[in-house]
């Protein structure tokens, strides 16, 4: 059995930021999160719990956003935070929807809104800075030169050291503006992206990969298991006749519980098979060899699943099972 003491996370490039980022970052959305039956997923003793879980193994990259928990995430890592030193950690944040009913200025990347949120996050983790800022969707309502001008007096405030994007995987195009219109000005371009990346959703290859590796941008993709579609808990018999799906929504069926899918699947497991690994790290292992992408965001409800996930690091893929993996899916994949 595989124990935190015998993973030892490392380190990769962060784009060209200059920063190295834990080749697997820590996603910690469940934090704080409300069931539909109004329980919380992940508590405070618990999120403490899979903190020092990443600790253990190495981990120093930590993903949040300002919603997460309805700002409890941020704070809960915040008091995680006050008995280490926070300089050890990079710490990740995100803002754009709204957070006071019937106030449409609290949403979207408007200054007004981005100056009130980066004061208010950087109070619940109790920081002076985070070392970077993500815009959590494309704002269509503010210029985007408003939006990049914005961003950068963070940055010469001292209050953000880098930017990102998370979620604007159709809009390559809307990045690369948002970067040109930095590089004229003189000023912070975005130098990291968030994508949702993993062996069945496939839609950032070629545009959007290839405009991150133009511009030498770090992709840091989220839902690396397909929403625990590649974890192996579901099976093709039940998927497609519907007998898995009672507790599933139906975007998730039309989107992963397909035929297609599933073919993806048995590639999956025939590989872990070959490497004597679970499906999910194998999943993870494919993510961490395909050229173009930086470090895959892990989360996880117990510490178990983390360690799980974690020791995805020590797996190796011939270039030979990530083809296979690569190819399982149809499409065009423009040569990565």
């Keep these: 059995m595989t124990t935190l ?16 980022t834990s080749e697997l970052q820590f996603g910690t959305w469940r934090f704080g999160k409300e069931t539909e039956q109004g329980n919380v997923e992940i508590g405070a003793d618990r999120a403490h719990e899979l903190l020092d879980a990443y600790e253990a193994a190495g981990g120093r990259f930590i993903d949040t956003a300002d ?28 803002i754009y929807w709204q957070i006071r009913p019937g106030d449409p200025n609290s949403r979207g990347t408007n200054r ?46 001292g209050k953000v050291h880098y ?23 003189g000023w912070e371009p975005f130098t990291v992206a968030q994508p949702r990346y993993n062996l069945v959703d496939r839609e950032i290859e070629g545009n959007y990969l290839g405009m991150a590796r133009s511009y030498g941008i770090a992709v840091c993709p989220w839902s690396p298991l397909g929403q625990g579609f590649l974890t192996g808990k579901y099976t093709r018999e039940e998927g497609l ?12 069926e039309r989107t992963y519980l397909t035929a297609e899918n599933f073919d993806v699947h048995d590639e999956l497991e025939a590989v872990a098979d070959e490497v004597d690994a679970t499906l999910a790290q194998t999943a993870l292992a494919w993510l961490m060899h395909r050229r173009g992408v930086t470090a895959p965001i892990v989360g996880a409800r117990t510490v178990e699943q983390l ?4 020791e995805a690091a020590t797996i190796e893929l011939s270039d030979e099972q990530v083809d296979r993996l690569t190819e399982s899916k149809e499409g065009p994949y423009a040569g990565l």
């Design 241 to 252: 006749t519907g007998e898995s799906r009672a507790a599933e929504s139906s975007r998730f």
């Design 112 to 157: 007004k809104n981005i100056r009130h949120r980066i004061d208010a996050l950087l109070d619940r983790l109790g920081t002076d800075y985070i070392d970077v800022l993500y815009i959590h969707r494309w704002d269509d309502d503010t210029p985007a030169r408003e939006m990049m001008k914005t961003l950068n007096g963070l940055v010469e405030d």
């Design 307 to 310: 360690t799980e996930n974690l």
């Design 163 to 185: 930017l990102g994007a998370s979620t604007l995987r159709p809009n390559a195009w809307k990045v690369a503006m948002a970067n040109e219109i930095a590089r004229e000005a």
């Design 67 to 94: 919603v997460y928990g309805g700002g409890e995430s941020e704070r809960w890592i915040g008091e995680w935070l006050e008995d280490r030193d926070r300089e050890r950690f990079t710490i990740a944040s995100k």
């Design 5 to 20: 003491e015998n993973i030892e996370l490392g380190f990769v490039p962060l784009g060209e930021t200059g920063l190295q």
